[in-house]
């Protein structure tokens, strides 16, 4: 029998799905797999209360199952209260393929992906994350209408980063405002870690603005290309959580704000576009509510990119996609200051303005 073999404290080894500690009551879990393509991915649906679960696809070289599974679950029910708390009628979804990006991708596996994607019938639509590019949309757009972030020629918005990192950016104006006093970041020392497609638009504000930026990634060459073209330093040192900076903007990779590292930050602000940033969220939004360190919460400020691909749901243009970016700026603000008044952490303050907004459509929808 399993049991004999599993200690209680390992259930989710018995229970992979429903049992993970990332498991949030999402509505559907769908592994998918072709033997053909080498296709391995999941798609977790999250909540579908405000409208079709929309959120990106990630391919990823995961150590192991365990690690993509528990990604696409953080992920998925991220993208529930993003949209919820941007105001969009969007549920959360999102998707992840298990392998190598650079090379394992072929558009015979994505235009696989994009079958599987169409046989939830709209349920979930995909975009584009990590790993991805609007050419790999384009591809999936082939076998299912279920897609965005395709294209403009192809009658799709185009590359959201660039909008994400101008609702980051707005995010991070009003934790200054907030902290500072001012939004004005000139000579503030921010220190951006990853800087690929959303990175690099960050650092691009950053430096307009007259700010000190310093950037880090684990790609060599991404640091030197993007040092040729902006005033920026590289980082050499060994470990950027101990240094002395004003604001950490996490651009690459979740959950790096997590036991190692939490205390040692030294940063007065967090704001960054990168997904499911703290590790465990009750414990570690507390703790840096306690450290008055001042968290944007990544979920209200990487918002850009799903405003950016719901206006090719919703047919609405680029005006009203950065009018709706811009007001990021706002929503941060009032967050903020509801934290303060509540005294709860700003992530409680955002989730609880989210849950709300699920909570209401909820009851609409049982009358
Ligand atoms: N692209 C969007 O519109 C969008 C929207 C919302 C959220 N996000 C999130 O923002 C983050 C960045 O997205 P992106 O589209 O720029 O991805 P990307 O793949 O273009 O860039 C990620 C960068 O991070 C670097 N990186 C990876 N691990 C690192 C590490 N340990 N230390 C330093 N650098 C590291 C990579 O080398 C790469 O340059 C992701 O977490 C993504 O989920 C992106």
Not at 92 to 102: E, F, H, L, M, S
Request: net charge negative; charged share 25%.
């Amino acid at each position: 029998m399993t049991s004999d073999v599993i200690s209680s404290k390992e259930l989710h080894k018995i229970d992979p799905v429903f049992g993970q500690l990332s498991f949030d009551n999402h509505e559907q879990i769908v592994f998918c797999n072709d033997k053909d393509t080498g296709l391995k991915a999941i798609i977790g649906i999250h909540s579908t209360v405000l409208g079709p679960a929309l959120g990106g696809t990630r391919m990823w070289n995961y150590n192991n199952e365990w690690e993509a599974l528990n990604d696409v679950l953080r992920l998925s029910r991220g993208m529930t209260f993003k949209s919820a708390i941007t105001g969009l009628n969007l549920g959360g979804g999102k998707a992840v393929i298990i392998g190598d990006a650079k090379t394992q991708k072929t558009p015979e596996l994505m235009k696989k992906f994009g079958e599987f994607v169409h046989s939830l019938n709209g349920k979930y639509i995909t975009a584009e994350d990590v790993g991805m590019t609007t050419a790999d949309m384009d591809l999936v757009r082939e076998v299912t209408p279920y897609v965005t972030g395709i294209s403009e020629s192809k009658g799709g918005a185009g590359n959201p980063s660039p909008i994400t990192a101008y609702g980051v950016f707005m995010g991070m104006k009003a934790a200054a405002k907030f902290k500072f006093g001012s939004d004005v970041l000139e000579d503030k020392s921010v220190f951006v870690q990853g800087i690929g497609h959303v990175g690099e638009a960050l650092v691009e504000h950053l430096v307009n603005e007259g700010a000190r930026v310093t950037i880090a990634d684990i790609n060599q060459e991404r640091l030197e290309a993007v040092k040729s073209k902006y005033d920026v330093s590289i980082y050499n040192g060994q470990d950027i959580y101990s240094e002395d900076m004003d604001i950490y903007a996490p651009c690459a990779l979740g959950a790096t704000i997590n036991d190692d590292t939490i205390f040692k930050l030294k940063a007065q602000i967090i704001a960054g576009a990168a997904n499911n940033q703290l590790a465990i969220e009750d414990k570690h939004s507390r703790q840096l509510q306690e450290r008055g360190i001042v968290y944007a919460p990544d979920f209200l400020i990487n918002a850009g990119g799903i405003i950016n691909v719901y206006a090719e749901l919703e047919n609405y243009d680029k005006q009203e996609i950065v009018r709706k970016t811009e007001n990021i700026y706002n929503t941060t603000l009032e967050i903020l200051d509801r934290a303060k008044m509540s005294q709860v952490s700003t992530n409680v303050a955002a989730l609880s303005i989210a849950n709300e907004r699920i909570e209401t459509r909820k009851r609409e929808q049982q009358k």
